[in-house]
């Protein structure tokens, strides 16, 4: 996708989620994350949106810490998402493509990183907000959901925080039955996942060709060169027969699967279940 196009679909999800919001309510639980309710979905999202936006708008190359959630509710939190969120696209949308700041994962650039990642951090919480309607969540596109698979599997995976572990080498293998991207997915006890997309040319993690190092006692973030290539892993991705569990369905179900939005059940799993729920139980994405 490209980052007009992730910038469109962070302002319409964006909108949607406000909508979905002023309806329900700010008292009315959130089924999608058990314990919210819609006042944390809103406190949540525009902590997050406006921290991001500090990122594009002012060029911060190491990591910022201190963002708090808004102590804000009814009809004045609302208004303080809302302008987040547009401050958040306005500024999107005005940076250069030359901008230069801290990425938290390899992307081709800061703008398309915070771009794509904005992207998906407003998607899965505006389902989280139509969740409190009685006509739950609305679809999401399939492109949009396997740009969000990817992103989750290659991106934050990849990372060595990543909690994802198993006692020895294991394989997921992730497929959409509606845009035909097939996701391969190397676990074991010692490295966080390393996916490659099949019919991609780049991965994400130890076979990447750039990675990004996180301190993690500061923060800060750097782009270093990677020795070894795609060609390392290419091959394995094709080879069916390969995998312990397979997890397939369309890209919008998938992709809120993984994002722990939906149960397992929502998809199609062959093979090891106990992968399922040890992705489920080890695979939560937290604000730090």
């Not at 490295?191 to 190092?213: C, T």
């Amino acid at each position: 996708m490209k980052i007009t196009e992730h910038i469109d679909v962070l302002e319409t999800a964006g909108r949607r989620l406000a909508e979905a919001a002023a309806a329900a309510g700010p008292d009315a639980e959130v089924p999608t994350c058990p314990g919210w309710r819609i006042r944390d979905v809103l406190r949540h999202t525009t902590m997050v949106h406006r921290w991001a936006a500090s990122y594009v708008a002012e060029g911060h190359t190491t990591y910022q810490r201190g963002a708090v959630e808004p102590a804000l509710d009814g009809d004045a939190l609302l208004a303080h998402y809302r302008e987040g969120h547009a401050g958040l696209v306005a500024t999107l949308r005005a940076a250069p493509e030359t901008l230069e700041c801290l990425m938290l994962f390899p992307a081709p650039s800061p703008l398309a990183f915070w771009a794509r990642r904005q992207a998906h951090e407003t998607t899965v919480h505006r389902v989280d907000a139509e969740s409190a309607l009685a006509t739950g969540p609305g679809p999401v596109d399939p492109t949009v959901a396997a740009d969000g698979i990817d992103e989750l599997l290659r991106g934050f995976h990849g990372r060595d925080r990543s909690r994802v572990r198993t006692a020895g080498p294991r394989t997921m293998r992730v497929r959409t039955t509606d845009t035909g991207d097939v996701w391969t997915v190397r676990l074991s006890a010692t490295e966080p996942p390393r996916a490659q997309r099949e019919g991609r040319s780049s991965v994400v993690g130890a076979d990447a060709a750039a990675e990004v190092v996180i301190d993690t006692a500061s923060g800060a973030g750097s782009v270093a060169a990677s020795a070894s290539g795609p060609e390392s892993v290419a091959a394995s991705a094709s080879s069916p027969g390969s995998a312990d569990i397979e997890m397939s369905g369309p890209a919008d179900r998938l992709y809120l699967t993984l994002w722990n939005r939906l149960p397992t059940d929502a998809v199609t799993v062959t093979g090891d279940e106990e992968l399922a729920r040890l992705w489920r139980e080890t695979s939560g994405i937290t604000w730090s």
